[in-house]
Nanobody, 120 residues
Framework: QVQLVESGGGLVQAGGSLRLSCAASGSIFSINAMGWYRQAPGKQRELVATITNGGSTNYADSVKGRFTISRDNAKNTVYLQMNSLKSEDTAVYYC??????????????WGKGTLVTVSS
């Protein structure tokens, strides 16, 4: 089995910062891209940021310049540093990873999500 466990969500005032973490565990051979998605109430899940195993990053326009994604390949962990938070960043944030397992086809795995609430 593979598990993705997020942490670091919470309540923060507008303009503040939070750092999310997501650790992958289980029978993992390697991890390709990792990323963060979010879903606000009444809205569809949307991409926030992704990072390849080589370190190339991609961001949604709405978070460019404010959020930074990074990863520690040795720990199978991806991070999201969120600065200058706005009320519209309020959402459940989900971790995603494209994982290669022994004897199984490569596929995407999802965490259960961590709630980020930004008060104005």
């Amino acid at each position: 089995q593979v598990q993705l466990v997020e942490s670091g969500g919470g309540l923060v005032q507008a303009g503040g910062s939070l750092r999310l973490s997501c650790a992958a565990s289980g029978s993992i051979f390697s991890i390709n891209a990792m990323g963060w998605y979010r879903q606000a109430p009444g809205k569809q899940r949307e991409l926030v940021a992704t990072i390849t195993n080589g370190g190339s990053t991609n961001y949604a326009d709405s978070v460019k310049g404010r959020f930074t994604i990074s990863r520690d390949n040795a720990k199978n962990t991806v991070y999201l540093q969120m600065n200058s938070l706005k009320s519209e960043d309020t959402a459940v944030y989900y971790c995603n990873a494209n994982i290669v397992r022994y004897y199984d086809p490569v596929r995407d795995y999802w965490g259960k999500g961590t709630l980020v609430t930004v008060s104005s």
